[in-house]
């Protein structure tokens, strides 16, 4: 069945950092790709998306690019900031089929 | 533009005994869903509706867990007795229709059930 692994947490970083959070998938056929974020005490919410190999999603300075050689999904961002402070979640969905989200990964920004 | 509202944010009770979660979803929203997410893990799907009609409930343990959408507005997810791994916060998320396109799903802030 449809899975996606996500690198294990906790991530904590200093401000201005490189963030890079690893998700990798295994689905038949072609996903769509989903990063939500969840921060405390509200519920997720959509990041980005990309649905087709090679696409790149971005939002709010992360990127993730669809990596269909390697069904990978990594999300970046340049230079974290301590709102950035949430868990994220990957997941993937198969065109009518449920989302599927990874473990989530949470992150932690310091001044 | 109101968000998924959720009721009650927090919940304790004791095993064996019941419990309902109220869910409100977003205005015009056909689909809605309820996600259980347990500590250290994503949420998992345990039922879609579409209107007042069930589309997926295979993930729903329906010796306990009952869910219903009167009128294809509001919904009502409730355990039956609760046991102790139904510790958990649960989600509900709503989105316009269940086309085989990505509908994005708004979720609410969840409950956060504790069984002791």
């Known amino acids: 069945g449809n899975s996606v692994t996500q690198m294990e947490g906790p991530v904590t970083l200093s401000e201005e950092a490189f963030l890079t959070i690893n998700c990798t998938y295994t689905?038949?056929?072609?996903?769509?790709l989903f990063w939500y974020v969840q921060y405390p005490g509200e519920g997720l919410q959509l990041l980005l998306k990309a649905t087709k190999a090679d696409d790149k999603g971005s939002n709010k300075g992360f990127e993730a690019t669809y990596r269909k050689e390697t069904t990978s999904f990594h999300l970046e961002k340049g230079s974290v900031q301590v709102s950035d402070s949430a868990v994220y979640f990957c997941a993937l969905k198969r065109g009518a089929q449920k989302l599927v989200f990874g473990q989530g990964t949470r992150l932690t920004i310091n001044p | 533009e109101a968000g998924v509202a959720q009721s009650p944010r927090y919940k304790i009770i004791e095993k064996r005994q019941s419990v309902a979660f109220w869910c409100n979803p977003i205005s015009g929203h056909a689909t809605l869903y309820w996600y259980q997410q347990i500590l250290g893990q994503g949420p998992k799907l345990l039922i879609q509706f579409q209107n007042n009609g069930v589309v997926d409930d295979s993930q729903l343990p329906k010796d306990r867990f009952s869910a219903e959408r009167l009128k294809g507005v509001d919904s009502t997810l409730k355990i039956q007795p609760a046991k102790l791994e139904d510790s958990a916060v649960y989600l509900c998320?709503?989105?316009?229709?269940?086309?085989?396109?990505?509908?994005?799903?708004?979720f609410g802030p969840g409950t956060r059930l504790t069984v002791l």
């Open positions: 689905a038949t056929g072609y996903p769509s």
């Open positions: 998320a709503s989105s316009r229709t269940r086309s085989g396109g990505y509908n994005e799903q708004f």
